[in-house]
């Protein structure tokens, strides 16, 4: 009997210990630590090759797609609202975010490129 009462009283210790502790480093976080946890949203850099507002669909030649770990390539997109593609011409330098629905890669939101 005795030794399960130390057994008891160490577990007891250990879990008082370790409760605390462990709530503690999940406070203390780095805030970069954090960012990087989130959804990469980060815009892409490209350039239109060809471009059909009435399909709503654009060739972007474009850089490393990171959320969609994508290397640098030439394909089709399809504008998740044609009022995106509103403005653009071929050629334009661009900024883009960039999705896979399903299947089916979108841009779901795009600018110039300073």
């Known amino acids: 009997m005795n030794r399960s009462k130390k057994f008891l009283a160490v577990s007891a210790l250990a879990l008082g210990v370790s409760g605390p502790m462990s709530s503690?480093?999940?406070s203390d976080t780095d805030p970069a630590s954090a960012v990087a946890a989130k959804p990469a949203?980060?815009?892409s850099e490209g350039e239109i090759r060809r471009l059909d507002p009435e399909?709503?669909?654009l060739t972007?030649?474009?850089g490393e797609?990171?959320?969609l770990d994508m290397p640098p390539m030439t394909m089709v997109f399809t504008a998740q609202?044609?009022?995106l593609l509103s403005g653009?011409?071929?050629g334009d330098r661009?900024?883009?975010v960039a999705s896979n629905e399903g299947g089916k890669y979108l841009v779901t939101g795009i600018k110039l490129a300073p």
Request: positive net charge.
């Open 24 to 26: 503690f480093a999940q």
């Open 41 to 43: 949203s980060a815009l």
């Open 55 to 57: 399909s709503g669909k």
């Open 60 to 62: 972007i030649r474009h």
């Open 65 to 67: 797609i990171r959320n």
């Open 81 to 83: 609202d044609k009022a």
């Open 88 to 90: 653009l011409k071929v």
């Open 94 to 96: 661009i900024h883009f």
